[in-house]
């Protein structure tokens, strides 16, 4: 079964950091680039950032860029998303997403996970 | 910038059809690259469509999609509407201009 779980989130002041992790089963996820996607309350979703399948290219949201690191570990096969300095623009439920095309990203999204809720507010 | 427009909410009764269209502007849709998302509070959001009319495996064939000839919309077409179809549905699609994934506004969707 495939299945992209989500931890980490929390409740933090504004200007601090957390952790995302998001544990990956049931596909080879060597072979597939994985993003973050979140969605503020009451507002639509918004891409956040990816990595591809090997690990050496990153992309980001400009509204994240120097803010958010995304990184993985295929020994856990788990994805991370670094978040420092935060804002309370940055109060969402943070979805982790595996991507469509294998060895590839193409923006476009077809595992899910439940979601993790960061709330950033002192 | 490229840009997708959806409605608001639509809504319909229960074994009837919905379409719920994507607009896009600033921008042509191209046929391969737009999905549908799925998302129900409290539970993972599913992809019921994916490169513009494509159903994932466990997705019901009564979701549909397509892209309209001028390749400036899309749309989701829900036939035999059952209570469990309530949700918001997202399309998303890329804007090759600047390397952006790009989500419309949603639309969310009653079944009454």
């Known amino acids: 079964q495939v299945q992209l779980v989500e931890s980490g989130g929390g409740v933090v002041q504004p200007g601090g950091s957390l952790r995302l992790s998001c544990a990956a089963s049931g596909f080879t996820f060597s072979e597939y680039g994985m993003h973050w996607v979140r969605q503020a309350p009451g507002k639509g979703l918004e891409w956040v950032a990816v990595?591809?399948?090997?690990?050496?290219?990153?992309h980001y949201a400009d509204s994240v860029k120097g803010r958010f690191t995304i990184s993985r570990d295929y020994s856990k096969s788990t994805v991370y998303l670094q978040m420092d300095s935060l804002r309370a623009e940055d109060t969402a439920v943070y979805h982790c997403?595996?991507?469509?095309?294998?060895?590839?990203?193409?923006?476009?999204?077809?595992?899910w996970g439940q979601g993790t809720m960061v709330t950033v507010s002192s | 910038n490229f840009m997708l427009t959806q409605p608001h909410s639509v809504s319909e009764s229960p074994g009837k059809t919905v379409t719920i269209s994507c607009t896009g502007s600033g921008g042509s849709i191209s046929s391969d690259s737009v999905q549908w998302y799925q998302l129900r509070p409290g539970r993972a959001p599913i992809t019921v469509i994916y490169e513009g009319n494509q159903r994932p495996s466990g997705v019901p064939d009564r979701f549909s999609g397509s892209i309209d000839s001028s390749s400036t919309s899309a749309s989701l077409t829900i036939s035999g509407l059952k209570t469990e179809d309530e949700a918001e549905y997202y399309c998303q699609s890329f804007d090759n201009s600047n390397s952006f994934v790009v989500f419309g506004g949603g639309t969310r969707l009653t079944v009454l």
């Open positions: 997403a595996k991507d469509l095309s294998d060895y590839n990203y193409v923006f476009a999204f077809d595992i």
């Open positions: 990595i591809s399948f090997e690990g050496s290219n990153q």
